[in-house]
């Protein structure tokens, strides 16, 4: 009887594959040797999934992105005060080992996705995605707050502060969860007037 293949669980583990390439090699020492390397597989295999290096890493950053979304969308089911909202937008920031790898490998391809079109068309959907993410977080605070809020402003702020958090605590991990949940929660409590 010929073996069962779970192609979602190996694409996965591809994925997981390349972050870790990504995380000791950066981004330019990613290419299908490496990572069917890093997985224990032949290239061959590899490229039976993907074709090439660049749709192999165009998976990746669309999975990634999907990873992140279904925390999030777990997460904003609970987001019914601020701490509730402050939870769901821990889900963008590298608080632990796992979403610090995450968003080291988001910021490699966000950076390569510059030059490489097939890169740039998923990046352009999930950025637009995060700041969609944040004006809903806005609206949110703002019907809490039961006060008038500037959305536009306030989504650039927000995002600005989790884009600024995210890459301190992915490229300068000194900056801890600890202190990026506290500034998080602060800024916040100032947008609700708190």
Do not use: N
Not at 94 to 119: G, H, V
Not at 170 to 183: D, I
């Amino acid at each position: 009887m010929p073996k069962v293949v779970d192609h979602a669980t190996r694409r996965a583990q591809i994925v997981d594959a390349v972050i870790r390439v990504v995380h000791r090699a950066g981004y330019a020492g990613v290419s299908v040797r490496s990572v069917a390397e890093e997985a224990g597989w032949s290239t061959g295999a590899i490229r039976h999934y993907f074709a090439s290096q660049q749709e192999l890493i165009a998976f990746a950053m669309a999975d990634l992105a999907e990873r992140a979304h279904r925390r999030i969308d777990v997460a904003g089911q609970l987001a019914t005060d601020v701490e509730g909202v402050a939870r769901l937008l821990e889900e963008v920031l590298p608080l632990d080992a796992a979403r610090r790898a995450e968003s080291e490998m988001w910021m490699a391809l966000a950076i390569a996705a510059r030059t490489e079109p097939q890169l740039a068309t998923v990046w352009r959907e999930v950025h637009g995605q995060l700041r969609g993410l944040m004006e809903s977080c806005v609206l949110m605070l703002g019907q809490l707050s039961g006060q008038a809020v500037d959305v536009r402003t306030e989504t650039d702020r927000l995002h600005a502060l989790i884009d600024g958090m995210a890459l301190h605590g992915t490229l300068a991990p000194r900056l801890s969860a600890a202190r990026m949940r506290a500034a998080l929660r602060l800024h916040l409590s100032q947008l609700v007037g708190d």
